[in-house]
């Protein structure tokens, strides 16, 4: 299997995910609130900016992760012609 050439990034956003970024800023703004010093809940504002950055990776490395289907125009793989599985009984057959 070949390896793509952004395979390196992507193994990078996965390690270093922007959700547990998210975690780290709301534990820090628990932190500092309950300290009452250091910024308190204004923590929760990047919180909620790296939440809705890591909702959009999520969303591409999953559609950048897929692989791809055998049966897609190009593919080398041909069809085997049969429709069903053997042994799967389908109504009206």
């Given amino acids: 299997m070949r390896q793509s050439p952004s395979g390196g990034v992507l193994r990078y956003i996965e390690r270093f995910s922007p959700n547990t970024i998210t975690a780290v800023f709301v534990g820090v703004a628990g932190l500092t609130f309950l300290v009452k ?5 204004y923590w929760l504002i ?32 041909k069809p ?3 429709a069903w599985p053997a042994g799967v ?3 009206g057959r």
């Fill in 37 to 41: 010093a250091g910024g308190g809940l």
């Fill in 80 to 82: 085997t012609g049969r």
């Fill in 46 to 77: 990047p919180a909620a900016a790296a939440s809705l950055a890591g909702g959009v990776v999520n969303a591409w490395l999953f559609l950048v992760g897929q692989p791809a289907s055998p049966h897609a125009p190009g593919s080398q793989s």
């Fill in 89 to 91: 009984w389908v109504a």
